[in-house]
């Protein structure tokens, strides 16, 4: 069930075709998890972009961004995502992003971890920070002077300024997902 209409792709107007061919044409097609279902209708957040295109467009470009032009690595990447999908309780998120963090070397157990909320064993320095830095944006909406320190003395401030965006990307896709009543 959703709260919005699920749009074919034949009912859309010129501004959402150009949005939803950016998503389906895009490097995000090559992931394991469908963009579509069988009618061609765009599963997950993308769908509520079609229907607010200019604000969609927007954020489906941040969201690319976020994921293919950034310093993270995958694995870094993949972790704080789903720290924020554990956070939002997000099973859109998990299911969508839990596949990609198994194939970029995550364990299974380490998701558990996620899942739970705890630090996973196994991870790196910069894997460790990162994952600190989110869990301290998710619990306090802020990260203390010496957590700050911390990350951007293991990570830099590039990478603390795209860890910070994608918090407030994957959190807004959360919120939306929510309210609009998508499910896996």
Same mark, same amino acid.
């Given at each position: ?26 490097? $995000? =097609? *090559? ?5 579509? %279902?069988?009618?061609? +209708?765009? !599963?997950?957040? &993308?769908?509520?972009? #079609? ?63 996620? $899942? =739970? *909320? ?5 991870? %790196?320095?910069?894997? +460790?920070? !990162?994952?600190? &830095?989110?869990?301290? #944006? ?47």
């Amino acid at each position: 069930m959703t709260r919005l209409p699920h749009l074919r792709p034949d009912d859309l107007d010129d501004d959402q075709r150009a949005l939803y061919d950016a998503i389906t044409g895009g490097p $995000r =097609a *090559g992931g394991p998890v469908a963009l579509t %279902d069988t009618d061609g +209708r765009l !599963a997950g957040p &993308f769908n509520a972009m #079609l229907v607010a295109p200019a604000a969609g467009s927007a954020l489906q470009r941040l969201g690319a961004a976020i994921r293919y032009e950034t310093s993270l690595s995958a694995r870094t990447r993949e972790l704080s995502i789903l720290a924020v999908a554990s956070h939002w309780d997000s099973a859109f998120e998990r299911h969508a992003h839990e596949p990609v963090a198994l194939a970029a070397g995550l364990t299974e157990q380490q998701l558990a971890a996620v $899942r =739970a *909320g705890t630090l996973p064993d196994g991870l %790196d320095d910069t894997e +460790r920070a !990162a994952l600190r &830095f989110v869990t301290a #944006l998710l619990r306090d909406g802020d990260a203390d002077d010496e957590t700050y320190a911390a990350t951007v003395a293991t990570l830099g401030e590039r990478t603390v300024v795209e860890l910070t965006t994608l918090v407030g990307y994957y959190a807004t896709l959360a919120l939306q997902l929510r309210v609009f009543r998508v499910e896996p």
